[in-house]
């Protein structure tokens, strides 16, 4: 099969088609708030295939998804699934798909078994089958130990892998996953990934799988990729890179220079396309048939020295969303926070401890964020990250061990203290019902903010997070990039000394992820405090320091570039902090 | 069995189990099905009742001889009072004000000389009014007490006292005049409504808010399945509610079964299948736990407790009401239990009720039946 | 100064996050106006067009006056004459009647010779209250007639009489009884709901946290929730007064200052109790729920619609709890007893107390209930 070809052009074998959209159209809501989901899509998934649909939040996956699955109809266009009529015979297409939903459709309060027991049952799998595919599941998803569990008791990557359990009981023909990554730690993915190319590999099943992660597409065997309801194509991974050859580098760091701000004058250079912090060296795309700017350090600083790489999906993603004459968005603009720029501790962890009846969420850490830095939390969902971001922030008392944030424990402290501190929440916690402005405003007020210094810390607001045009539209049908931007700009408002940031760039598309950092590292140039939580393990390099944790536990403490080193072995030459996180897990696994 | 037949039974055991283990094990789902109902039970099996007992009056009697301390006795002894002694209006009166008293009955000092009198004795009646319904129950306990003790006056004189018309009453079916014989039955139906409507209408709505529904409906399973494998659990759940609340009225607060317990059953089972419609009808309408509680609060269980006849009789209501309460499914219920349980298989009066439950519940299927499809929006 | 700016700024987003959304709105003005009406015209214990059956072998033409009497009155209103006593049974099994008069046959005759001529009355004892009821009325129109009847045959009068006389509602009027009533109702009904929805909205929004560390301190977030719901309330209520007194023609003869505290304080309480059913939950549902399995007993024990007096001591015991129970108490008392401040003091203080201690336990709980 030749590498580069159009899926939909005529010739190809219509039984090879095991999903088809022609001319796809689904609308949602009237007059006003009516927004077109999926606007005219033709798409095609193949048997024996894996088939990633790739897209940022609202991008139109899971109407996509839905339609794939006939639970909903669309308002134009086709959809044949195994060469069934989507519209006309729904029951006969779920009798030979296996659709595992986002969240992935798990009946909390029911235990392993009995999930299991119902989809087999819903799904009609013969009682003389069941025991021989149970077992085989459990054992493949690891999940064997766990069969009398409840559901909702187990973690997020078993809950997945569980989830994906229930929708292969019966050997489904095509496979759809809505999102089945989302929320879990690297090891899962990694996990899940071999258990569906497991089941395409021995039973030929083809599968449509949906993720916000890029570094997922070049996993898949065909991507298509889908923007704002629309498909902006449809090939193999190296098939949407290929045009960047030539075009992306790795740009080392000369000595001296401080990663953030060159990254930051890359960015804003107009022949650069994205420039990203990536270990110990600044990947950069630029734009086609642009010269590099090689002096951008100026005529006494040294000249920068761009190694040439191989592009990745990533980088054509950024590319081709990204368009040339777009202005960066504005850096704010904050005063410096201290006149000492010295390494004073500013949050100090000692054997912090967390129970919940007999379950120990956080097992005794301890770490230590001195001022100016980025610090990150990082692991997957029930590790124990946002525990802890919970006690420092004062929202949960602690159990043992002892925690000060500013010389304070702001459990305990005077409402004073928290006037120094800036939070934003998982989710980009707004008042849904009330308006940008509103929001904005409010919290100004909150954090003890009147009159005109409300109105000039409002304006700084709308201004340097570009709200403006946004100032009096309801925060709840905000796009989550622009909630993400409110919800940043909302924790700022009173010029803290310290910033938590929960998951802030959970569900984010990779273009608002970026400018989200850039604002970061900005802040904390101004001698700001950081500390973010986060479960993308490339983000990581953005950090100043962090801690991995796991379980409740830190597994490492230090730069990124120590972390990965840890990982290095002669597999992996040059570790990725997933590389690093994955090893790490593991030996804490072996150790256990 | 073919293996189509046999397929779907398989589905519809596997979403009747699944709903049973759900049941037990979440805490609202037993908030409405077990808690609500005995608290209920309890309140209007011990708490409420609209009888007069106790009543606190206030005896004022100016000039203790035999003729008045006769009337004042004749007050003492009656069960329905609470008596307290005055020798003045007005402390009586400031009692009365301070809702001390619900009653005064006020003989004069000059009460046994104007007996004699041709104008006769006037006995001054004062109660707080406030609530009326109180009110007139004491006004007729007060009138029989009077009564009585005017024919004994009469005979005690040698002569019959000449009345002329003597009222012989008989109340049927409740020779004991007890609210709560009416009230207790009549909580069946508000328990039915609470299990079919309100919990039903909840769950299906959290099976859309968690994300399970979507994922039960990508199965093979079809529509009839989905609303039997809910509207079996809790029908029988429903069913055991009823089966529970009879047994205690019978057992535990006296109440009379006078009809047939087959009928019973059939009237509940047909009830139930209505309180259900309505719960799945809200929940096809709502797809998030809040709304649905809000909708089905407002549109099955509050209507249950006032326009059904339950507490307030229908036939005084405004006309424009009493037309609404016809839209309301307990109304025919409460009808029916009240009429087994105190009454008997009353067929003139049941079947016309039967009629109008079938009548609703092959509508609400209906539109059920249109509404209802596997489809997320 | 600031502190107090800053509360202003609570309450200010806790209105607009309620006006704007029309859930909320539909909260506030769908459910009480439903009750108002509902509760205002079906919940009333005053019977009317009764429904009465006749059987009468009579000849004479005092029954026929007796019956004129009966079917005079608004209460009754007679649907069927028979001439078998037997088809009195049919009706009233049937519940085509529920009051059967069955005069003798000499009734007329026996009464005109002096002697008392006898009346049966049958009720159907299906709804014992009404049935009480009936009889109370048919009652008062029995003894008039024998009174008028005495005097025209120039026997003696009744040596005694009764001369009745009910306080503060002289017709007694349920309505005038269940009007002021639904004034208690409503108010708690929509400030539990909008004071138990608020924390719990917060929590699943996860604004609550994003409250819990801005330098506000507890007392102000307790105000800044808590005055929305008495405001909304204060509005409430004046509205429902001013349609009390206006459409339902209530007599409202006390002290307005009297009711206000009492509404104050009623609200207070039920302010705290909402926001401590709020503050324990974790979902909006399981505040609905809450709120819901709170107002039930709530309203049953408050003697709403049935006296507290006939409660077994135990469960009068547990109505002590019961703000509502001591709203109901000052608004009657206000409305139709013409009660001042002085009188409704022990009404007073343990709402103030109920409020009192609910409100920092609520304080308390949001912070540091648990996930």
């Known amino acids: 099969m030749p590498a580069r070809r159009v899926p939909n052009a005529a010739g190809s074998d219509v039984a090879e088609r095991v999903l088809q959209l022609q001319g796809v159209t689904r609308r949602f809501g009237s007059g006003e708030t009516a927004t077109t989901a999926l606007d005219g899509i033709d798409l095609a998934v193949r048997r024996g295939e894996v088939t990633g649909l790739i897209g940022p939040d609202g991008a139109g996956k899971t109407t996509l998804m839905r339609l794939a699955a006939a639970l909903m109809l669309p308002d134009e266009g086709r959809i044949e699934v195994l060469g069934i009529d989507a519209v006309a015979e729904p029951v006969a297409v779920q009798s030979r798909i296996g659709y595992m939903p986002q969240r992935f459709g798990l009946y909390e309060d029911l235990s392993v078994q009995e999930n299991l027991d119902l989809y087999a049952d819903l799904q009609g799998l013969s009682p003389a089958r069941r025991a021989g595919r149970y077992d085989e599941l459990m054992h493949m998803t690891g999940l064997a ?242 525990t802890t971001f919970r006690m420092l922030c004062g929202l949960l008392p602690v159990s043992g061990g002892h925690l000060s944030v500013a010389g304070h424990d702001l459990r305990h402290a005077a409402a004073r203290a928290r006037a120094h501190i800036g939070y934003m929440a998982q989710k980009f916690s707004l008042y849904a019902n009330l308006t940008v402005l509103q929001n904005l405003r409010f919290f100004a007020a909150a954090y003890g903010l009147h009159g005109r210094r409300q109105n000039e810390r409002v304006d700084w607001a709308l201004d340097n997070f570009e709200l403006r045009p946004l100032a009096r539209r309801n925060t709840g049908v905000l796009p989550l990039g622009h909630k993400q931007r409110l919800a940043f700009a909302a924790a700022l408002m009173h010029e803290p000394q310290i910033l938590f940031l929960d998951e802030p760039t959970s569900g984010v598309d990779p273009i608002a992820r970026r400018e989200f950092w850039a604002r970061t590292n900005a802040l904390a140039e101004a001698g700001i405090t950081v500390l973010v939580t986060t479960h993308f393990m490339e983000e990581a390099n953005y950090c100043d320091r962090l801690v991995i944790m796991a379980e409740g536990e830190v597994l490492a403490e230090g730069t990124p570039r120590e972390i990965r080193e840890r990982a290095r072995d002669p597999q992996h030459p040059e570790p990725s902090m997933e590389d690093a996180f994955i090893a790490l897990v593991a030996a804490h696994e072996a150790a256990a | ?182 009230l207790v039955p009549g909580l069946i139906a508000i328990i039915m409504t609470l299990i079919g409507s309100l919990l039903t209408s909840m769950v299906i709505a959290r099976e859309w808010e968690r994300g399970t529904m979507e994922a039960m409906m990508a199965t093979p399973l079809r529509i009839p399945e989905v609303l039997a494998g809910k509207l079996i659990p809790y029908f029988a759940l429903g069913m055991f509610g009823m089966l529970f609340t009879v047994a205690l009225a019978l057992w535990l607060f006296d109440v009379p079964l006078r009809g047939s317990f087959v009928t019973l059953l059939g009237a509940s089972a047909l009830f139930m299948l209505v309180a259900l419609a309505m719960g799945l009808l809200i929940s096809i309408v709502a797809k998030n736990q809040f709304v649905a509680g809000q909708i089905a609060i407002i549109v099955t269980f509050l209507p249950a407790f006032i326009l059904s006849g339950f507490i307030f009789d229908i036939g005084s209501m405004p006309a424009p009401i009493q037309v609404i309460t016809h839209l309301v499914p307990a109304r025919y219920f409460v009808a029916i239990l009240q009429t087994l349980f105190l009454a008997g298989d009353i067929w003139p009066v049941i079947l016309p009720n039967l009629g109008a439950m079938a009548l609703m519940l092959l509508i609400f299927m209906a539109i059920i039946r249109r509404r209802a499809h596997k489809r997320i929006a | 100064m600031n502190a107090l700016l800053q509360v202003l700024a609570l309450v200010r987003k806790e209105f607009l996050a309620l006006l704007r959304d029309p859930r909320s709105r539909l909260v506030l003005i769908g459910p009480p106006m439903i009750q108002l009406m509902v509760f205002g015209y079906a919940a009333t214990f005053d019977l009317n067009d009764v429904p009465v059956a006749v059987h009468n072998a009579d000849r004479g033409a005092l029954s026929r006056q007796l019956l004129a009497r009966v079917e005079g009155s608004p209460a009754f209103h007679l649907v069927a004459e028979v001439d078998a006593e037997e088809a009195l049974r049919e009706l009233i099994n049937e519940r085509r009647a529920m009051l059967a008069l069955s005069f003798d046959p000499n009734f007329s005759r026996d009464i005109e010779q002096g002697r008392s001529g006898r009346l049966q009355a049958i009720l159907d004892g299906r709804n014992s209250n009404s ?160 709120a819901f399995l709170f107002l039930v007993p709530a309203v049953i024990l408050s003697g709403f619609a049935t006296p507290i007096a006939n409660m077994p001591e135990v469960v009068q015991w547990i109505s002590h709890l019961d703000p509502l129970r001591y709203f109901l108490v000052i608004v009657r008392g206000v409305f139709l007893e013409g009660a001042d401040a002085g009188l409704l003091i022990h009404q007073y203080w343990p709402m103030a107390l109920i409020g009192g201690i609910a409100l920092p336990v609520a304080g308390w709980l949001a912070r540091h209930r648990m996930y």
């Open chain 1, 145 to 386: 130990p766990f069969r009398r569990r409840l559901a909702g008791r187990l973690s997020g990557g078993m809950k997945q892998k569980l989830g994906l359990a229930c929708a292969l009981l019966r050997e489904p023909e095509l496979l759809l996953l809505d999102e089945p990554t989302v929320g879990v730690d690297p090891v899962s993915r990694r996990e899940l990934w071999q258990i569906v190319y497991r089941q395409v590999r021995e039973q030929g099943m083809s599968v449509l799988l949906s993720t916000a992660y890029l570094d997922e597409a070049e996993r898949c065997d065909r991507v298509a990729l889908l923007h704002q309801g629309r498909l902006l194509g449809m090939d193999r991974p190296a098939a949407f890179s290929k045009p960047l050859a030539g075009d992306c580098f790795a740009l080392e760091m000369p000595p001296g220079i401080s990663a953030r701000r060159l990254q930051r004058d890359l960015q804003a250079h107009p022949a650069i396309a994205d420039a990203l912090v990536e270990g110990e060296h600044i990947r950069v795309v630029r734009w086609p048939d642009q010269p590099l700017p090689t002096d951008l350090l100026g005529s006494q600083g040294p000249a920068l020295v761009f190694r040439p790489v191989a592009p990745r999906f990533e980088d054509a993603f950024i590319r081709l969303l990204r368009s040339p004459d777009e202005v960066p968005p504005p850096m704010p603009q904050v005063g410096p926070a201290s006149a000492d720029q010295g390494d004073e501790v500013v949050i100090r962890a000692e054997r912090l401890e967390r129970r919940f009846g007999d379950f120990v969420a956080v097992k005794g850490i301890s770490f230590q964020v001195r001022r100016g830095e980025i610090f990150g939390l990082l692991g997957a969902n029930g590790a124990g990250k946002s």
């Open chain 2, 1 to 182: 069995m073919s293996k189509a037949g046999q397929d779907s039974r398989r589905r519809l055991r596997g979403m009747v189990r699944k709903e049973w283990l759900q049941i037990l094990r979440d805490p609202s789902s037993i908030a409405i099905a077990f808690v609500l109902p005995l608290v209920l039970l309890f309140l209007f099996g011990y708490g409420v009742s609209l009888d007069a007992k106790d009543i606190r009056l206030g005896l004022v009697v100016e000039h203790m001889d035999s003729r008045s301390r006769d009337l004042a006795g004749a007050f003492v002894r009656s069960r329905f009072f609470r008596p307290h002694y005055y020798h003045d209006i007005q402390s009586a009166e400031r009692d009365l004000t301070e809702r001390r008293l619900d009653g005064i009955v006020w003989l004069r000092h000059d009460f046994s000389r104007r007996l004699q009198q041709p104008g006769g004795a006037a006995i001054g009646v004062r109660v707080n009014g406030t609530d009326a319904n109180q009110a007139r129950i004491t006004i007729g306990y007060i009138q029989g007490v009077w009564f009585g003790w005017l024919e004994k006056y009469a005979r005690a004189q040698g002569r019959e006292l000449k009345t002329p018309v003597r009222l012989d009453h008989r109340v049927w079916f409740n020779a004991a005049v007890s609210s709560r014989y009416f």
């Open chain 3, 131 to 290: 049935a009480l009821i009936a009889l109370g009325y048919l009652r008062n129109i029995l003894i008039d007639f024998n009174q008028g009847q005495s005097l025209r045959q120039g026997g003696p009068p009744l040596p005694a009489v009764l001369k009745l006389r009910a306080w503060h509602n002289e017709n007694m009027t349920s309505r005038w009884f269940i009007v002021p009533g639904i004034v208690g109702l409503l108010l708690l009904v929509v400030t539990l709901v909008v004071t138990a929805l608020s924390i719990a909205r917060e929590r699943e929004a996860g604004t609550f946290d994003q409250l819990l560390v801005t330098p506000l301190h507890p007392w102000q977030t307790l105000l800044g929730k808590s005055i929305p719901g008495l405001v909304i309330g204060l509005l409430e209520a004046s509205f429902i007064v001013l349609l009390a007194v206006a459409w339902f023609e209530v007599p409202l003869r006390g002290s307005l200052g009297a009711l206000y505290l009492g509404i104050f304080l009623f609200l207070l309480s039920a302010v705290g109790v909402g926001l401590m059913i709020s503050a324990i939950s974790v979902t909006q549902q399981q505040a609905l729920l809450g």
